[in-house]
C-alpha cells in the first residue's frame, strides 16, 4: 500500500514572478550598448569579455527580494514576524489560515489571490459542523436531481448572506461547485478589521517591493509566503508504474494502477474529498486487503480505463482547470462506490421495511462510517445504535455550563389578553344601535376600556 498522499512535494511557482532583467554594461569601448531583456528565473550575474566590454546581467525577481520568503509548509509559527508587513499568495486552505493567523502578529498582511474564493464556514447553522449537516444523502440525491445553475446560485446566495464577497474583494468568475471549497470563519473579520487586505495575483517582486497585477505596489515587505499548493510523484517506484503528468495520474477508483500483472499495489489516500478523507482512506483499505486476498477481483482493463475515463471527463466538466483539481471527489457517492466493491453499502431500501427509523436516520442524518458497519465483512454490531446516537456526541462536549432557562413570558401575555378581552367586552357592550353615538362621543369608549384595563392618562 502506497499512502504519501498528494501533498508530497511544495510547489513553488517562481518562474511565474520573473521580474525585469537589465543587461548592463560597462563601457570601455563606444561600440558597447546597454539593452534590457526579460527572463524567468532568478538573479543571474554573467561577466562577459570580449576585447573591449563587460556585459553584467541582473534580474530583478523574487531572488533579488530583500525579505524572506518560503513554502507554506515551513511556515510554523507568527511570533518572529510581529509588527512585520507580509504578502500570502494562494487562498486555498492553508493561505486562508495563515493569513488570518498571522494577522494577530504582523502590522499588515496581504493576500493574494488569482481567482478569488467562495469562502465556507467551519460553523454551521446553529453552531453545527458543517459537514454533519452538509454530508448527508438527502443532500446527494437533491443535487443529482436539482439543474446544477440552480444548486450553485442557491449555495452562492446562502454564503453571500454572511458577507458580500464581491464587496470583501474574494468572489471568484466561477461557480461555488466548480472549486475545491475554501473553509475559513476568522477571514471575514480579519477583512473587516483591515488587519487583511485581499490583493490580485502578484506581478512581479522589485527588491522590497510586492507589484500586483492591478498596478498597485506594497512596498518594505519583510516575508512572502508561497501557499501555492503540491505536487506528488512515486520516485520510489519505476515511472511506468504509476506515470503522473501535471498531477493527473490513471488509478483505477484512485486506488489501483491499471497495468500491473499482479494486484498487489494499491494507493490509498490520493484524493481530495469535499469531505472527511480518513474515513474514505480506511474504506479504500478494506477493499484492498479483500483484492490482496483474492476475495475481490478488479475488472477487466478496459472496464477500467472506461471507468477512468469517465471520471476525468466529469472533472473537466465541473471544476475550474488547475492543479489542485485532479483528484477531487464527493465523499458520500464515492463512499458508496467504494463500499459496493466491498459488500457494505447500507440496504437503504430493506431498512425502510425492516427498521424505519435507522433508515431515516440514514437518508437525512450525517453519512457517518459507522453505516458502513451496518452488514458484511467487518460488521460491527453496534452500528445502529451509534448512528442513532451521533448527534449525542456533538452537543455532549459542549455541555460545559449548565445554562438557566430562558424568563416565562407569562407576564406579557397575561397583558395582551387583558387587553384583548377587554376590546372584546367593548365591542359586545356597543351594539350597532350605539354605533353613531360612539362616532360622536368617542371619549366615552375610553371611559369604559378604564373601567378593565388601566390606561394612561393623556396630558396637555
Known amino acids: 500500500m502506497v499512502c504519501t498522499g498528494h501533498h508530497c512535494h511544495p510547489n513553488l511557482p517562481l518562474q511565474d514572478f520573473p521580474g525585469a532583467t537589465h543587461v548592463m554594461t560597462k563601457q570601455t569601448d563606444s561600440m558597447c550598448k546597454v539593452q534590457q531583456h526579460n527572463v524567468n528565473k532568478g538573479i543571474v550575474n554573467l561577466v562577459i569579455q570580449e576585447s573591449l566590454c563587460h556585459i553584467q546581467i541582473l534580474s530583478l525577481g523574487i531572488d533579488s527580494f530583500k525579505g524572506k520568503f518560503f513554502h507554506s509548509r515551513d511556515y510554523k509559527n507568527p511570533e518572529e514576524w510581529r509588527g512585520k508587513r507580509v504578502v500570502v499568495i494562494g487562498i486555498g486552505n492553508s493561505g486562508g489560515d495563515i493569513a488570518v493567523e498571522l494577522s494577530r502578529m504582523a502590522k499588515q498582511v496581504y493576500l493574494s489571490t488569482r481567482r478569488g474564493s467562495w469562502i465556507l464556514n467551519r460553523v454551521g447553522d446553529k453552531g453545527v459542523p458543517i459537514d454533519m449537516l452538509f454530508n448527508n444523502r438527502m443532500n446527494v440525491c437533491l443535487s443529482q436531481l436539482l439543474p446544477v445553475g440552480f444548486i450553485n446560485h442557491f449555495g452562492e446566495k446562502q454564503l453571500n448572506k454572511r458577507f458580500n464577497h464581491k464587496l470583501y474583494g474574494l468572489q471568484p468568475a466561477h461557480r461555488v461547485f466548480s472549486q475545491h471549497p475554501t473553509i475559513n470563519d476568522d477571514l ?22 510586492v507589484v500586483f497585477e492591478d498596478g498597485t505596489v506594497e512596498d518594505d515587505i519583510d516575508l512572502v509566503v508561497f501557499a501555492t499548493g503540491y505536487t506528488f510523484s ?12 501535471k498531477n493527473k495520474v490513471s488509478l483505477y477508483k484512485y486506488v489501483y494502477p491499471t497495468g500491473l500483472e499482479h494486484t498487489t499495489l494499491a494507493v490509498i489516500g ?14 479504500q483499505a478494506r477493499w484492498a486487503t479483500r483484492v490482496f486476498k483474492g476475495l475481490c477481483k478488479l475488472p477487466p482493463m478496459s472496464a477500467m480505463m472506461k471507468d477512468i475515463n469517465a471520471k476525468e471527463e466529469a472533472m473537466a466538466k465541473r471544476y475550474v482547470a488547475a492543479q489542485r483539481h ?20 447500507p440496504p437503504i431500501l430493506k431498512l425502510l421495511l425492516t427498521d424505519p427509523r435507522l433508515a431515516l436516520n440514514i437518508i437525512f442524518g450525517p453519512c457517518t462510517p459507522y453505516q458502513f458497519r451496518l452488514h458484511g465483512p467487518g460488521q460491527w454490531d453496534g452500528a445502529r445504535q451509534a448512528i442513532l ?31 384583548s378581552a377587554a376590546v372584546l367586552l367593548s365591542a359586545l357592550y356597543y351594539s350597532r344601535a350605539s354605533l353613531h353615538a360612539l362616532i360622536a362621543d368617542p371619549s366615552s369608549l375610553l371611559d369604559k376600556i378604564r373601567a378593565f384595563v388601566p390606561l394612561p392618562l393623556t396630558t396637555q
Open 188 to 209: 471575514p473579520n480579519r477583512i473587516l478589521s483591515g488587519t487583511v487586505s485581499v490583493k490580485p495575483n502578484v506581478k512581479e517582486f522589485r527588491g522590497s517591493s
Open 234 to 245: 512515486f520516485p520510489f517506484l519505476p515511472s511506468h508504474v504509476i506515470p503522473v503528468s
Open 270 to 283: 490520493l484524493i481530495q474529498p469535499l469531505g472527511a478523507i480518513m474515513p474514505i482512506s480506511e474504506m
Open 326 to 345: 485532479t483528484i477531487q471527489v464527493d465523499y458520500i457517492p464515492y463512499m458508496d462506490e467504494l463500499a459496493k466493491q466491498v459488500g457494505v453499502c
Open 389 to 419: 446516537t451521533q448527534w449525542d456526541r456533538v452537543t455532549e462536549p459542549l455541555k460545559t455550563r449548565c445554562t438557566p432557562e430562558p424568563q416565562s413570558q407569562r407576564s406579557s401575555h397575561s397583558l395582551m389578553f387583558s387587553v
